[in-house]
């Protein structure tokens, strides 16, 4: 019983603790900073001008920060797009960076931004087949539909993890290949506040981990519902 609950303590600190520690690194240096140069916003366009991105624009959202690689934009949420903070900087440069992935025709963010639509309707769909999949099997008492179900039902999670696993990779390139050099380089930030940056461009590259186990544990779960029935 007890190591029972230790386990489940320790899976709930492995999904939730990555979520948890980057809105925790995000608010702490979300405070004002009046001798930075400008806001995430100003900085994000200036960088978009120096690096001569072409067509890339910048826009208020609320759908959380990120680069529409679509329709060439760099999206930063309010708080972060009028905020002088350290918070505001580094998400600014950290999104840039995708933008300057994309100039640079950057093999995983094309492929990524391929799979997106794909896997969103995969995973549409395999929610309701997967909900469908135990009635049906019991409704036609044959082993190869209920089989068949079951495995687009999952695909739907395997192919949410394929996404995740491409990922990763372009989120730390975009803060620490592209982001923290540049704010480096350009002296945006002072020596003295590098340290604080390295840890919000951490936690800018880690936002996907926690929804990435989230979806393991998903599937985990739902595979143990279906090979009970």
Do not use: C
Not at 2 to 23: D, E, H, M, T, Y
Not at 138 to 163: D, E, K, N, V
């Amino acid at each position: 019983m007890v190591l029972a609950l230790v386990g489940a303590l320790l899976l709930l600190a492995l999904i939730f603790g990555p979520s948890l520690w980057v809105k925790m690194v995000m608010r702490r240096y979300s405070s004002e900073k009046p001798e930075m140069r400008g806001t995430g916003g100003e900085l994000a366009k200036h960088l978009i001008e120096r690096f001569s991105l072409k067509d890339v624009k910048v826009e208020v959202t609320e759908l959380g920060d990120h680069y529409d690689p679509i329709e060439k934009k760099v999206r930063l949420l309010r708080e972060h797009y009028e905020s002088k903070s350290l918070t505001a900087i580094a998400i600014a440069a950290h999104e840039v960076g995708h933008a300057i992935q994309d100039q640079q025709g950057d093999k995983r963010l094309a492929t990524r931004t391929k799979m997106v639509p794909v896997v969103d309707k995969i995973a549409r769909w395999s929610v309701v087949i997967i909900s469908l999949s135990p009635v049906i099997g019991i409704i036609t008492r044959h082993p190869i539909p209920f089989s068949l179900l079951l495995f687009l039902g999952l695909s739907g999670f395997i192919a949410r993890m394929m996404i995740h696993a491409v990922t990763l990779p372009i989120e730390f390139d975009a803060s620490f290949s592209k982001a923290l050099p540049l704010l480096r380089a350009g002296k945006y930030v002072s020596r003295s506040n590098e340290k604080a940056v390295s840890r919000i461009l951490s936690a800018a590259a880690l936002t996907y981990v926690s929804a990435a186990l989230a979806d393991i544990l998903n599937l985990g779960r739902w595979i143990l519902i279906l090979l009970r029935r």
